[in-house]
Each structure stands twice: as C-alpha cells, then as structure tokens.
C-alpha cells in the first residue's frame, strides 16, 4: 500500500492568514509517461459530503476559490489556504490513486481559527 | 455533471449484512468508476473498492476482500454496496463517489469529484 502521512494533525489559524497541510506518500506517485501526480485534496465539513478541491496535485476544480492551491512532485505535496475564511474550517484530507490496489487517504488535517 | 443519490440510513445488528444503493444521473464516459468510501466517528476516511458500471468490473480493499460486493442493478445506472458480516467498528456514513479513468494501464482512475450524500449505517445490538 501507498501510506499517505499528513501534517500538522491539527492547525489553527488566523482569519486572513496562511494555512499549509503537508502531504507526504511513501512511494512516489509521478507517473513518468504522461508526467502527472495523482494526488488530490479533499474537505470534509460536518454533515456533507467529502469535496475535491484539487486533483493532479495542482489542478483547482472549477468553483473551487482560488485561495485554494496544491504544490509539489513525487512524494511531497502541500495544500496552501493564502487568506483563511471562516468557511474553510474543515478536516483536509489528500488522497492518491497512482495505485488503486488500495486508493488511500492521509489521516486528515483538522483546520480551525485561531 | 454526474449526480449521485444514495439510499437513507441503515440500523444493523452484528454479524448481519447491509445494502446500500447509489443512483447515478448518468455517467460521462464508459471509463466511468463508483467508488465506495466510508467515514467512521472519529476516523479518516477509509476506501472499500471500485465498481467500473460499463463492464461490472471490481476492485476491492484487500481490509474488505471477503466482506464487501458492489454490484449494478438491472439499469446500470444504480449501484449496490453490499457489506457482510458486520462489526460494531463498520458503523460509519458510507458514501459513493464518481471518478473519471483513463487507459494508461487497466484501472487507472482519478480523483473523486462527486459524490454522494451518504448513508449512515450504524451497527448495534
């Protein structure tokens, strides 16, 4: 299995501030021949369900604000919040599908306000 | 856009088995994939396989090789996750999500980008 490992487990920041999630798998998931990362970030609030905020490690997902961005190559990846909301606490979540034998998740990041 | 709707909450007793159901709108290609992820209190969120609907095709967690059947119905268009055996720790909210795929290699998949608005099944005595 590909373990996905996250930090912080937890993050409180100011409303306005920059937020950043680490994403770290144990192999990598760059996919030489088309040069693509398969990773992507999920947000979990309570009640709905998980939302795809980035796929391809980088590539926002149409409605998504574009305070929102993905980074990175190979094994690191960093989800990065530019000016927190309110509306952004949620739990974090990143996710590859490089091998499906299985599609894992990180443990998840709880994002609150400071 | 694919929309996903899932069957209401499920109130099992150990050792029995549930059924969960997930209508797709439609899907936007024949590489179309449901996948079946679930949320436990407290817990991450955890995958239990695909089902390509096109072909009937399956891969499952090797955690629910066993345990778990995803199935289409007579349209293809619904989906059934069938979960056996149940344990107290497979009370959670069961969600379906659809991905597109690709044909780099046989079951490449991609993200997640809809999904379902789950299903609590919860597990008691």
């Known amino acids: 299995d590909i373990v996905m490992t996250q930090s912080p487990d937890s993050l409180a920041v100011s409303l306005g501030e920059r937020a950043s999630i680490n994403c770290k798998s144990s192999r990598s998931v760059l996919y030489n021949t088309n040069n693509k990362n398969y990773l992507a970030w999920y947000q979990l609030k309570p009640g709905q369900p998980p939302r795809l905020l980035i796929s391809w490690a980088s590539a926002r997902e149409s409605g998504v604000p574009d305070r929102f961005s993905g980074s990175g190559s190979g094994t690191d990846f960093t989800l990065t919040i530019s000016s927190l909301q309110a509306e952004d606490v949620a739990v974090y979540y990143c996710q590859q599908y490089y091998s499906t034998v299985p599609i894992t998740f990180g443990q998840g990041t709880r994002l609150e306000i400071k | 856009q694919v929309q996903l709707v899932q069957s209401g909450a499920e109130v099992k007793k150990p050792g029995a088995s549930v059924r969960v159901s997930c209508k797709a709108s439609?899907?936007?290609?024949?590489?179309?994939?449901i996948h079946w992820v679930r949320h436990a209190p407290g817990q991450g969120l955890e995958w239990l396989g695909w089902i390509k609907p096109n072909s009937g095709g399956t891969n499952y967690a090797l955690n629910f090789q066993g345990r778990v059947t995803m199935t289409t119905g007579t349209s293809i268009s619904t989906i059934y996750m069938e979960l056996s055996s149940l344990r107290f720790d497979d009370t959670a909210v069961y969600y379906c999500?659809?991905?597109?795929?690709?044909?780099?290699?046989?079951?490449?998949?991609?993200?997640?980008?809809?999904w379902g608005q789950g299903t609590t099944v919860t597990v008691a005595s």
């Open positions: 439609a899907y936007t290609s024949t590489d179309y994939y």
């Open positions: 999500a659809g991905s597109g795929g690709g044909r780099l290699w046989s079951g490449e998949v991609y993200s997640l980008d809809v």
